[in-house]
């Protein structure tokens, strides 16, 4: 079964620290490979997305992942936190079973300590 | 501005009651979804529709309706036969239904049953 494995359901960092946000994913065709954010009590909005075009994707906030087909890994980064980057993080993955399905992680939270 | 609207913010609901949320967009997207999103479970799909006149159940279906009787316009039926009912709501819309599309949220219905 296709799925998508986010390690962690909390992380914490300090201000201006490194961030990453891990993400593997099952699949056995070439994935479409999202993140999104969610701050408290509002929608999920698009961060990035793979489409096969590059393995390393930049996203919006600073934020980019690389894609690394043999470890199946789709990990968030970002070089310095701020504290707006508090919220919860997902990755999703398009897979194509006969018809194509979005599968969301169970989702990270991240902390950014002042 | 293009974009969904989910009305209402929050919903109080006594049980044994019925009650719908209202899900709209203008992005004329043909693809609409309704999640159900549970702290530590990531979103769950409800039910998906990928045209006008046409939906289907997803992962967790039971004790919900929809309908999708105009492209912009996804309203769910949370019935009084959902067991446990008080969760987050999200409804979301991409491009066409069936491709690997982007989903767009909308900001959310927070459903408390009483």
């Known amino acids: 079964a296709q799925s998508v494995t986010q390690l962690g359901s909390h992380v914490s960092v300090s201000e201006g620290a490194l961030v990453l946000l891990r993400c593997n994913y099952s699949?056995?065709?070439?994935?479409?490979l999202f993140w999104y954010v969610q701050y408290p009590n509002q929608g999920l909005q698009l961060l990035l997305k793979?489409?096969?075009?590059?393995?390393l994707v930049k996203g919006i906030n600073g934020f980019e992942a690389e894609f690394k087909k043999s470890e199946t890994s789709f990990h968030l980064t970002k070089p310095s936190a701020h504290m707006s980057d508090a919220a919860e993080y997902f990755c999703?993955?398009?897979?194509?079973?006969?018809?194509?399905?979005?599968?969301f992680g169970a989702g990270t939270r991240l902390f950014v300590k002042a | 501005d293009g974009g969904i609207t989910q009305s209402p913010k929050y919903l109080f609901r006594k049980e044994g009651q019925n009650v719908t949320l209202s899900c709209e967009q203008n992005?004329?997207?043909?693809?609409m979804y309704w999640y159900r999103q549970d702290p530590g479970q990531g979103l769950r799909l409800i039910y998906y529709?990928?045209?006008?006149?046409?939906?289907q159940k997803g992962d967790i279906a039971e004790g919900y309706s929809v309908s999708r009787e105009k492209k912009e316009s996804f309203p769910l039926t949370v019935t009084s036969a959902q067991k446990n009912p008080t969760a987050f709501y999200l409804c979301?819309?991409?491009?066409?239904?069936?491709?690997?599309?982007?989903?767009?949220f909308g900001p959310g219905t927070r459903l408390t049953v009483l």
């Open positions: 979301a819309s991409s491009l066409r239904g069936g491709h690997a599309n982007e989903q767009f």
């Open positions: 699949s056995s065709v070439p994935p479409y």
């Open positions: 793979y489409t096969s075009a590059a393995t």
């Open positions: 999703a993955v398009i897979v194509n079973t006969g018809g194509f399905k979005t599968i």
């Open positions: 992005l004329n997207h043909d693809a």
């Open positions: 529709s990928q045209i006008v006149n046409d939906f």
